[in-house]
């Protein structure tokens, strides 16, 4: 899969342009300093699948008359410019299907999908209840597996998954009938859940802004390996943003991209650089 993005005039960015080839492997992942478009890009791409997002999601004045947004996706050109009428960009050219449903992205704080989602689990309790007390509940081995490699633990042994409604829900079973739904796990364990989630309803491409913020360390260095593997078992690609020095360094060259702003040309610039180079520029270490 390739992917092409070149923004111009949206919110504080002038310039920026991102071209990714996944065909050497399953994962990318773009850090760089707070400010410098990371959380654009990713809702760039989201646009692609919610042409609202950017309207939900900026303040009024983050287009302009000469705000625009071109993606190239393998052999297929979009181009989404300002539009006076509506005050926001539109593409005339409708999105394949093929791409607005294979693509999922979660956004960070406040605004990502999650919050949706516990509201949506919370209404369907006595449902996921009634489930419970009737045993009328599976297994879900392979997400098991997924969690217990990246925890390094055998917390999940007690997972079952409800089918409700044509959607699937995991809890922990507790003593007797209680049970635990994950709208109350850990921020990183909901993370893990809903890629195993959305690779299983067959998301071709996964995007997550701040994936790092919630696992520790260790568990973020689990989970770069078993993104590769996972990936690569299930045709599916990973655009990831982070921060973490634990998750760039396990990851390879070709895996790993520099954003850089320039404030006085509003020019951003993203590149693959080394680890090394990522370290001093992003933390300031030496040696």
């Known amino acids: 899969m390739k992917l092409n993005i070149k923004i111009t005039n949206v919110q504080q960015i002038a310039d920026l342009k991102f071209s990714v080839n996944f065909d050497h492997g399953p994962i990318v992942c773009v850090t760089g300093k707070n400010g410098t478009g990371k959380t654009t890009l990713v809702k760039a791409i989201r646009n692609l699948t919610n042409s609202d997002t950017f309207a939900k999601t900026s303040s009024e004045d983050v287009f302009k008359e000469s ?13 989404y410019s300002y539009e006076k009428s509506i005050k926001t960009i539109n593409c005339r ?3 394949p299907m093929e791409y607005r449903t294979k693509m999922y ?9 999650r919050f949706t989602f516990f509201q949506r689990i919370s209404n369907l309790d006595a449902d996921i209840r009634t489930a419970i007390v009737l045993k009328k509940f599976t297994k879900p081995d392979a997400l ?14 007690n997972l079952v998954a409800v089918d409700i409604k044509g959607s699937t829900y995991y809890c922990r079973l507790m003593v007797g009938t209680r049970y635990l739904r994950e709208d109350y796990f850990s921020s990183g364990e909901y993370f893990l859940i809903n890629i195993y989630r959305r690779v299983s309803q067959g998301y071709r491409l996964i995007v997550i802004d701040e994936i790092d913020i919630s696992l520790d360390a260790a568990a973020q260095v689990r989970l770069i390996e078993s993104l590769r593997e996972f990936g690569a078992a299930n045709d599916v690609k990973f ?5 973490s020095l634990a998750m760039m360094q396990t990851l390879k060259p070709p895996e790993i991209f520099h954003l850089e702003f320039e404030q006085s040309t509003g020019v951003a610039k993203i590149e693959n650089v080394p680890y090394n ?7 300031g270490f030496k040696g």
């Open 105 to 113: 992205v979660e956004l960070p704080i406040p605004h990502g999908e």
């Open 277 to 283: 180079y990522i370290k001093s520029i992003l933390f």
């Open 144 to 157: 098991i597996n997924f969690l217990h490699r990246i925890y390094d633990n055998k917390n999940f042994d």
């Open 239 to 243: 655009l990831l943003t982070t921060h």
């Open 67 to 79: 705000s625009s947004i071109e993606y190239e996706i393998n052999d297929l050109t979009l181009v």
């Open 93 to 95: 050219t409708p999105v």
